[in-house]
């Protein structure tokens, strides 16, 4: 890869990046900027990361293009911009649809099993996923905030449980052959008395960010100046307007 190339990536792909560099000839980008997966949780502040991290690598003037291992992500996306670097996004509604190598093969898999809820070794390493450590975490949390009344904890775990109600299968999917993380997810979906599902992925679409071709079906590629917006399709596009 380029030396004038970088990279902002969520911390969740961390695994697969390490197995797509170990297995291959491609050379990792000299110059990344993992970012915490918690940003998620809230769009407006994982944008602030997200162009925090940008201004600092166009700092440094080798820099002339920026790849970002996002997908839309709740619209955390909208509005990035740079001021010198070229910026290039997949067009993809968040990480687990960029592990399934494209759009078209996510929404089949959404579209026959809709009560899912996927794991992949990003999420599952943070341990933010439905099983019983997510319900531990909750149950410690409350009982420190309570710890006079378990009955209001009680109800706080059973109110965070509520969340998953919709979905009724944990399906995981990998590309790096984890088969701890699939066993965790194995575990998680009888403790919550889920299906469970174990896919493949499919590495094409990190590898086609890595290395190209960027064709506008996959990706939004941005001059230096122009901004991100939602397409009318539903995902990432560029404004064609100038930001400077």
Request: net charge negative; charged share 25%.
């Amino acid at each position: 890869m380029s030396p004038s190339t970088a990279l902002v990536a969520c911390d969740v792909f961390q695994a697969e990046f390490a197995a797509l560099f170990a297995g291959s000839p491609m050379i990792p980008p000299p110059r990344v900027a993992w970012l915490e997966m918690g940003l998620h949780d809230h769009p407006e502040k994982m944008r602030f990361a997200i162009q925090g991290a940008i201004d600092r690598l166009e700092a440094d003037p080798v820099v002339t293009s920026i790849l970002l291992a996002y997908g839309l992500c709740g619209n955390g996306l909208i509005g990035i911009r740079s001021q010198r670097c070229r910026l290039v996004l997949p067009r993809a509604h968040d990480c687990i649809s960029i592990l399934f190598g494209d759009r078209p093969a996510y929404e089949r898999y959404l579209a026959a099993n809709p009560g899912v809820y996927f794991y992949s070794p990003g999420w599952i390493r943070g341990r933010r996923v439905p099983g019983p450590d997510r319900e531990a975490k909750v149950r410690a949390h409350y009982a420190e905030r309570y710890p006079d009344d378990p009955d209001v904890v009680e109800d706080m775990v059973a109110a965070d449980r509520e969340t998953y109600v919709h979905h009724g299968c944990a399906t995981y999917i990998d590309i790096t052959g984890d088969r701890a993380g699939e066993a965790y997810c194995r575990d998680c979906a009888k403790h919550l008395s889920w299906r469970f599902e174990s896919i493949r992925g499919d590495d094409r679409w990190l590898r086609a960010l890595l290395t190209g071709p960027w064709d506008s079906e996959r990706f939004v590629v941005l001059a230096p100046g122009m901004a991100t917006q939602l397409g009318p399709d539903g995902m990432l596009a560029t404004s064609g307007i100038s930001m400077t």
